[in-house]
T-cell receptor
């Protein structure tokens, strides 16, 4: 069974104060690790996909990295508009060796609040 | 390029009733996945459809069912509603390839009284 644990549960930052969110995972054959941002009352917004250890991706103030056991979402000089819940998810393979199509296993998320 | 649309956005039902939710994926995408989101359990996978076939199913009772049409639009149905079915129901659209990113719709907020 794929498992994803995110920490911390909540993070409060001052504007400009850089930090990192952690996503630890166990998966049988990683097909992809995904980061999403979710605002209250809305659907998750896709941010990044990472496929193999050592891979990094950047978008504006966000940078995602991946190791064999965890992923980090680094937020550089955050702004109040970065406040949201950040979700990490994995897609693995089926026990029989196929792909667990469509199934993303999500962590509980990190609620980020950035104060001006 | 239009995003994923879901209808209706809000629903209020009573216990024992049934409900049908609809999802239109991004043009060209053939895979639609459905998720239930609650404060206690987070996002949980319901099922995935690709080219009108269910390819994968999560651990939900048989009261939860779905289907996909030839134009890739999908519906999910919940019969004999229970109070615990109150949740945000999200559909996600993707190409259906292994490891492909999923793009979510705005969700349908279902309240069961």
């Amino acid at each position: 069974e794929d498992q994803v644990t995110q920490s911390p549960e909540a993070l409060r930052l001052q504007e400009g104060e850089s930090s990192s969110l952690n996503c630890s995972y166990t998966v049988s054959g990683l097909r992809g690790l995904f980061w999403y941002r979710q605002d209250p009352g809305k659907g998750p917004e896709f941010l990044f996909t990472l496929y193999s250890a050592g891979e990094e991706k950047e978008k504006e103030r966000l940078k995602a990295t991946l190791t064999k056991k965890e992923s980090f979402l680094h937020i550089t000089a955050p702004k109040p508009e970065d406040s949201a819940t950040y979700l990490c998810a994995v897609q693995g393979r089926l026990n029989a060796g196929g792909t667990s199509y469509g199934k993303l296993t999500f962590g509980q998320g990190t609620i980020l609040t950035v104060h001006p | 390029k239009a995003g994923v649309t879901q209808t209706p956005r809000y629903l209020i039902k009573t216990r024992g009733q049934q409900v049908t939710l609809s999802c239109s994926p991004i043009s060209g995408h053939r895979s639609v996945s459905w998720y239930q989101q609650t404060p206690g359990q987070g996002l949980q996978f319901l099922f995935e459809y690709f080219s009108e076939t269910q390819r994968n199913k999560g651990n939900f009772p048989g009261r939860f069912s779905g289907r996909q049409f030839s134009n890739s639009r999908s519906e999910m149905n919940v019969s004999t509603l229970e109070l615990g079915d109150s949740a945000l129901y999200l559909c996600a659209s993707s190409s259906g390839l292994a490891g492909a990113e999923q793009f979510f719709g705005p969700g349908t907020r279902l309240t069961v009284l």
